[in-house]
């Protein structure tokens, strides 16, 4: 499961491509989560939740570019990019590809059910029913925050 940072404090980042509060929300969580990762405060995990059924395509498309360049402030661009591509309603695989090239983001394909089927099991044990949410796990206590403000918050609160 690809996660960034070294922090003692786990985050589980839960969010679907074109769930509507999700993309409102996501400059406002990338900004707290980068400086979080980068001040060696949180590890974090974004898992891709597949509320809506184009999700999957999205999330497989996360994992290639992950594959190409695992570098944090790629991925954080690239999430960038997928949140915009779900805004413009891309939804068919050769309409991403090219929109993800022409943002200068590659990719590189690989088997994905196994990192899935993980993500699956998060999702399931931490309960999660909605997007976004939020795994805050500092090794003593383990909460869900769910919706932005929530989870902004939660986040602030790590600073």
Known sequence: MPSFGKGAITVRMYTDYFCV?????????????????????????????????????????????????N???????ARTALFDAARRK?????????????KGIMFKFLDT?????????????????STPACIIDNGKQKQLFSGADQIIKALELLR
Do not use: W
């Not at 196994?114 to 999660?128: E, G, P, Q, R």
């Open 21 to 69: 509060p999700c993309q409102s929300a996501e400059q406002r969580i990338e900004y707290l989560v980068a400086d979080l990762v980068k001040r060696n405060i949180i590890r974090i995990t974004f898992i891709d939740t597949p509320v809506h059924k184009q999700t999957l395509l999205y999330a497989n498309y996360f994992l290639y570019i992950l594959n190409r360049k």
């Open 71 to 77: 570098d944090f402030d790629h991925i954080l661009f």
């Open 90 to 102: 891309i939804e068919e695989k050769a309409g991403l590809e090219e929109f993800l090239r022409k």
């Open 113 to 129: 059910k196994s990192t899935l089927a993980a993500m699956n099991a998060y999702i399931k044990s931490d309960a999660v029913r």
